[in-house]
């Protein structure tokens, strides 16, 4: 099956999902690359796919460099060190994965030297994920306006990802709690509009629990 039949494969069942479930809002599809070839990307971008993830800085740098006469928008999307934000800023229209005040203090730092501003999502890890990085909701809804605040990042969003499980349930509760908190902060502020849920193994749970943004590698690149 070629990149485009997978590609219409994968928006025809959104589609349906979005139908049953009566959801209004679209679902934008993420393509994450850090393990695709070049030649993988060219065939995804010539199937219409405009917006691609890398989670290192190298990878990140290499790939934009190669593609630079092409209309692609990057986003970042793994654990990134601050001593990296600089050249990562220098590429990327979003940074979906950050997890400390230190990260976002840097990003607005780097952003201002740029005269660039950034889009940022916010990631939400649970209790039980202690392991993981990212803000609690606590962390989060205790201080919403200092997000807010900084003038070269726009807080757009949330970014969360499922516990490592085939537990359903678990993976359906966790995207639920993160629907909830990214509507009750899109009430206060109207700038804040993506919730970026799902991967390949869980992307149907995540729309159908409100996802707008979804985050696909493996489904389309694997054979």
Not at 27 to 52: D, H, N, P, R, S
Not at 138 to 153: G, H, M, S
Request: proline letters at 0%; charged letters at 25%; hydrophobic letters at 40%.
């Amino acid at each position: 099956m070629t990149y485009q039949h997978k590609i219409d494969a994968l928006k025809k069942q959104i589609q349906n999902i979005r139908q049953n479930k009566n959801i209004l809002s679209e679902v934008e599809i993420v393509y994450v690359t850090k393990y695709a070839t070049l030649q993988q990307m060219q065939e995804l971008w010539g199937c219409g796919a405009q917006v691609f993830a890398e989670s290192k800085q190298q990878n990140l740098e290499d790939k934009a460099a190669f593609f630079h006469d092409k209309n692609i928008v990057w986003h970042f999307i793994g654990h990134l060190q601050t001593n990296k934000v600089r050249k990562v800023v220098q590429v990327v229209h979003c940074v979906q994965s950050v997890d400390s005040w230190r990260l976002l203090e840097k990003i607005d730092l780097e952003a201002g030297k740029l005269n660039k501003k950034i889009q940022i999502l916010l990631q939400l890890k649970n209790l039980d994920e202690k392991d993981k990085f990212g803000f609690l909701e606590t962390e989060i809804r205790n201080n919403l306006t200092k997000f807010f605040e900084f003038e070269n990042v726009e807080v757009t969003g949330l970014m969360m990802m499922a516990p490592h499980t085939d537990n359903e349930k678990i993976i359906r509760n966790c995207f639920r709690a993160g629907y909830k908190l990214y509507q009750d902060i899109r009430k206060e502020y109207a700038g804040f509009t993506i919730l970026s849920m799902g991967m390949s193994a869980d992307y149907e749970i995540a729309v159908e629990e409100g996802a707008n943004m979804i985050r696909i590698g493996s489904k389309i690149l694997k054979d």
